[in-house]
């Protein structure tokens, strides 16, 4: 998931921008949240220092700060290399200024010709989602599910174990910050993952590698997330 932020000292500009921002994400059915939208540069930065997802930064570069949008696209890169950075301004001959600032901006957005900015922001989200895609499916192995008319793709290394839903012909996919229902079965899955996930119980398909402690006495395997999971004996030897 790509999480997106909007930082826009105008309080009218940024709802306007965040309103083109949510209606591309519900009408394009894209796998991304809208986190944080702000007027002051020193909360994105707060926001984003412990975040672990990758983002999609809407940037004014006059901020009425002392830090620019140009010097917080510096400071985002330091927190979020792989980010997707567009600004968005009345000033397109600062364009020059991202060289200065070495912060590889996807594309700048101009303020005063509204109904192009729409299909601008439009764009930049359909083309940070491809990108981002083709990164993850570069880097890691990823495993996409379709649910509720979406097309979501996990990296196996954020999944922490599938679950039976108690809805029939479902499971319950646990990650390290989500969990998404969607129709399968531990069998099927099984089949799709290779040796780094196991079965643990009748109803458990966890991945070793997120596994931070296994409770042999109460049968209770622990996550790097603080969540849990049973695990039968008969299936104990697996782990």
Request: charged share 25%; proline share 1%; hydrophobic share 40%.
């Given at each position: ?180 229902e969607f129709f399968s079965t531990i069998k ?52």
């Open positions: 998931m790509l999480d997106i932020f909007v930082c826009e000292d105008n309080d009218v500009q940024r709802q306007t921008i965040v309103q083109t921002i949510q209606n591309t994400v519900l009408i394009e059915e894209l796998d991304m949240q809208l986190v944080l939208n702000t007027g002051d540069p020193y909360v994105l930065l707060e926001k984003i220092r412990n975040s672990q997802n990758t983002g999609i930064y809407f940037l004014d570069i006059d901020l009425g700060s002392d830090i620019n949008g140009m010097k917080l696209a510096q400071l985002i890169r330091l927190y979020d290399p792989r980010g997707f950075i567009v600004f968005i301004t009345a000033h397109s001959e600062l364009s020059y200024m991202t060289f200065q600032y070495q912060v590889e901006a996807m594309d700048f957005v101009l303020k005063d010709t509204p109904a192009e900015a729409k299909v601008k922001i439009r764009q930049c989200l359909l083309n940070a989602m491809e990108r981002y895609a083709l990164q993850t499916g570069r880097t890691h192995k990823v495993y996409t599910i379709e649910t509720g008319g979406r097309k979501i793709s996990i990296d196996y290394d954020d999944i922490l174990f599938f679950e039976t839903s108690s809805n029939i012909h479902k499971v319950i996919l646990h990650a390290k910050d989500r969990q998404i099927d899955l099984i089949k799709a993952f290779g040796d780094d996930f196991v079965r643990c119980h009748r109803s458990f398909l966890v991945n070793k590698k997120n596994i931070k402690e296994v409770d042999t006495k109460n049968r209770i395997i622990h996550f790097i997330n603080g969540e849990t999971c049973l695990m039968s004996t008969r299936m104990m030897k697996e782990l």
